[in-house]
């Protein structure tokens, strides 16, 4: 009896001192991402990114081996405060990643800035989380909405378009990019004559495009990705808009979407931080690694998710490991400049990207970069206060 009390506590104790050693105990992630619907793709190309770096960095993320809890968010807002709180009081994680979601991602934050979770946005553009609900514990890897919303703005106008209607989704990501780009369009002179909205995630477009045809404007900008975003390019060539009004999107329209739009997007306009085969070392060598991992082309996708692990190996290399130091993460990370495929970019204050975004043409399966839209694009931050 004696010898098994004394077994007991050793053991208690040797476990006590190795977890207080935070580099000693695995770091575990909760990869909260859509698994199934219209954004299951873009999911698994953020996980595919975020563990092709963790390997390539061998296996750990500062200093700390890596362990994964993975959650189908199923990009329902609905759902999402009820799985973030699973993940972090249920499973323990120590760090969260995701969503793709931005109804989704933003009630994440409001639980990350609450309990001070770290996390890291690996695709949502939501307004709040780098407005009203940014933090010091809170980064993106990705854009805000606004960001290649506000870029084909200038394009359009530079193009000598007067009057556009745009198309989205009826949510915070639509609403939002649609609203970028009429800041800049109609600052530049343009005139937004109508915006259409249809439920997320349905896929219902015929009525809208009879009423587009109808409205005859110069150009119309949309928001749509995944799924949707390969039905909605069918179904605006089937109507035969394509060759009569000029279709323009944020890249997502685009990106990842080509092959199953089966050559519908050929030639097609967008404006985003990624594009297929950027000139530059850090993109070739990620294209390489992700083909031969994956055996696929990567999207702007598995870029972010690519560049989370890297943001949060910066941050976790400043700690030791050590999750709970916030101010020190943030400080490395701020004073870091991520060398990302995009291309080298920085966080803002807000924890936002602050990066080029490229206006690109849709060349058989490929989004070729034709030029820089805009430069050193933040986004606006609108209401946070750190
Ligand atoms: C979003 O909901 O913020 C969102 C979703 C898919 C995208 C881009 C943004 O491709």
């Not at 030639?267 to 594009?275: D, I, P, S, V």
Request: proline letters at 4%.
């Amino acid at each position: 009896m004696k010898l098994l009390q004394t077994t007991l506590l050793a053991a208690a104790l040797c476990s006590t001192s190795t977890l207080s050693m935070a580099e000693e105990a695995a770091l575990k992630i909760g990869l909260m991402l859509p698994a199934t619907g219209t954004y299951a793709q873009l999911g698994t190309a953020i996980e595919n990114g975020f563990k092709l770096y963790v390997n390539q960095v061998g296996g750990k993320l500062g200093g700390r081996d890596v362990e994964y809890v993975k959650l189908d968010d199923e990009s329902d807002p609905a759902k999402a405060t009820d799985n973030i709180n699973k993940l972090i009081k249920s499973d323990k994680v120590d760090v969260v990643i995701g969503t793709v979601h931005s109804g989704v991602a933003a009630a994440m934050a409001k639980v990350a800035k609450q309990t001070g979770t770290l996390l890291v946005v690996p695709n949502a553009g939501s307004a709040m989380i780098t407005g009203p609900m940014c933090a010091p514990n809170i980064f993106r890897s990705s854009f805000s909405n606004q960001q290649p919303g506000f870029a084909m703005g200038k394009v359009a106008a530079e193009k000598g378009y007067k009057k556009v209607a745009t198309i989205t989704w009826k949510y915070g990501a639509g609403e939002e990019s649609v609203g970028g780009f009429k800041e800049a369009f109609e600052a530049d002179g343009g005139e937004v004559v109508k915006e259409l909205y249809v439920p997320f995630p349905n896929v219902e477009f015929q009525a809208l495009l009879t009423e587009i045809a109808a409205l005859k404007p110069d150009a119309v900008y949309s928001f749509f990705a995944g799924a949707g975003a390969v039905k909605f390019v069918k179904d605006y060539k089937a109507a035969g808009l394509m060759d009569n009004i000029p279709l323009l999107g944020a890249g997502f329209l685009t990106d990842g979407t080509l092959k199953a739009q089966g050559g519908d997007g050929e030639g097609l306009l967008t404006t985003l931080h990624y594009a297929d085969e950027l000139d530059n070392e850090t993109d070739k060598a990620f294209r390489q690694a992700y083909n031969a991992a994956f055996d696929m082309v990567p999207d702007v996708y598995a870029v972010q998710g690519f560049d989370a692990a890297q943001i949060l190996d910066i941050g976790l290399k400043a700690t030791g490991g050590d999750v709970s130091k916030t101010a020190e993460i943030a400080a490395a990370v701020e004073s870091t400049e991520i060398d990302s495929p995009r291309g080298k970019f920085t966080l803002s204050k807000a924890h936002n990207p602050i990066q080029d975004i490229y206006l690109r043409e849709a060349k058989g399966e490929e989004n070729v970069m034709i030029g820089v839209a805009v430069e050193k694009l933040d986004d606006p931050a609108k209401g946070c206060r750190l």
